[in-house]
């Protein structure tokens, strides 16, 4: 119901679009993707004035290697949905939707600490989990999860002890 | 030229992320005029533990554990959210019982929470008689959890199509006791403070936020409530058996802290109305599916014939084959909307596992929350957000 609804709107922006598990999901372009997701926002009978959440996900060997997703709510009509863009991995931006939902403020911050993704547009695009130093996108999936950059040189008691007692 | 007055700068502050009256760590960068805030950055991620990354090098039901640390004020919602999840995407149904069970756990870890919150917040305001009341009826729920689970915190006791096992004997008569005592401390608690002029002076008109700033921010749960807008997933999107109880979702109107205050200790009078109504109803029945490919075999099975072996065999070793697949569940989390983002490639092991996590989303708009205000109603708005660390920053 809700994709025919979208499909009607918005024509050929729409990628792909699929319903499973009781959940809908679309993918478009990133071309027009912020006039789609303000029209998701203000149009009635869409009315998805709530963003769930942004994220993205890494399919490494994929091309395009990352899809941005997002989960929309709709506080009046009750019903959701995923829109998802595909990212190339060497041209990885998207626009940011700071203007439609201010939940993209953080929630992109997250999304360009994690994966490295750039969103343009964002007036403060900077990382917010990890630390200022830190080198490389961490859930990217060729980021191995046992890599370690401490900040503080570490230091191995059995290999160099700091004090020569026993 | 006339030197610049001190009393006209800018003063730049941290309240650094080990403070005794903020619970969590947790950073403002303050720029103070005087004693009132100009602009407060928020800078969290201090315990961060990598959640999303780990959970993809084990198998779906090693996240488990994982879960329970993320708000561990509340773990029992976590782990049913995510096990709710995973069986979405499995498509496979749980038993009558295990929706009434993970439902009563749920409302149970609720007010658990609420009490942790409410009691901090007004042991940072100089209510410690309160707090200790509250922490004292948290810990007959904690017995309860014990009783049920194993664990007062860490609980991993929801699995893949149902749980590690049922609720004890005489869960129903200690549940009564302990609601007894809870009810008398909660009255107790109430007349102390919900028309104390000390507390109404600090709490009331600080920290509002109002409604089209909290929807704009994807703030949910008792945050969005106290500004009126009555959006809970118990009701817009009913998962368990939610839809078959008589409840209330208490709302406030101006979006300040005594609002949010007030909505989080009628909540707790709400869900103890969940429980007693599921424990009246309660179905008989097993907990756990008996599907092979999903759930463990019985031990007299594992230990005494070579199918149940391997059955229990493959689903350690390689994990639980859910097909290849996404969905998206979220649950009425203690602090909102908690949103489990699930990514599935075929295999054993999860591909993406994404939380949604609630107060994340409560912590962006705090610094609108904050702008205008003095240091001292940091400690207040921060403590009626309720930022558990382990949720924020994962």
Known sequence: ?166 | MTPSDPSDEIMELQMGPSHPASHGTIKFNLKLDGERIVDCDVEVGYLHRGFEKMCEQGTWTQCFPYTDRLNYASPCINNVGFALAVEKLLDIEITERCKYVRMIMSEVARIADHLTCLGAASNEVGAGTVFMYMLEAREFLYDLIEAVTGARLTVTWCRVGGMTHDLPAGFADQMKSSFARIDQVLSDCDKLLSRNRVFIDRMSGIGILPKEDAISYGVSGPLLRATGISYDVRKAHPYLVYDRMNFEVPTGERGDNYDRFNVRFREMEQSKRIIEQALATLPEGPVSITDPKVVLPAKEKVYNSIEGLMNHFKLIMEGIHVPAGEVYQAVEGANGELGFYVVSDGSGRPYRVRVRPPCFLGMSALNKMLVGHMIPDIITTFGMVNMIGGECDR
């Open chain 1, 1 to 166: 119901m809700l994709i025919e609804k979208l499909k009607q709107r918005f024509g050929g922006e729409i990628l792909g679009a699929e319903s499973a598990h009781g959940e809908e999901t679309i993918t478009i372009g990133r071309e027009h993707a912020y006039d789609i997701l303000r029209a998701l926002r203000d149009e009635p009978g869409f009315e998805f004035n709530f963003l769930s959440d942004l994220t993205a996900v890494d399919w490494l060997d994929r091309k395009p290697r990352f899809d941005v997703v997002y989960h929309l709510n709709s506080l009046t009509l009750s019903h959701r949905l995923r829109v998802k863009i595909g990212v190339d991995g060497t041209d990885a931006w998207v626009d940011s939707v700071v203007g439609n939902w201010g939940a993209a403020d953080w929630l992109e911050r997250e999304v360009f600490d994690m994966f490295g993704i750039d969103f343009k547009g964002h007036p403060d695009l900077r990382r917010i989990l990890m630390y200022d130093s830190f080198e490389g996108h961490p859930l990217r999936k060729d980021y191995r999860y046992d890599k370690r950059q401490p900040i503080v040189d570490e230091i191995d008691p059995i290999v160099n002890p700091r004090h020569s007692s026993r």
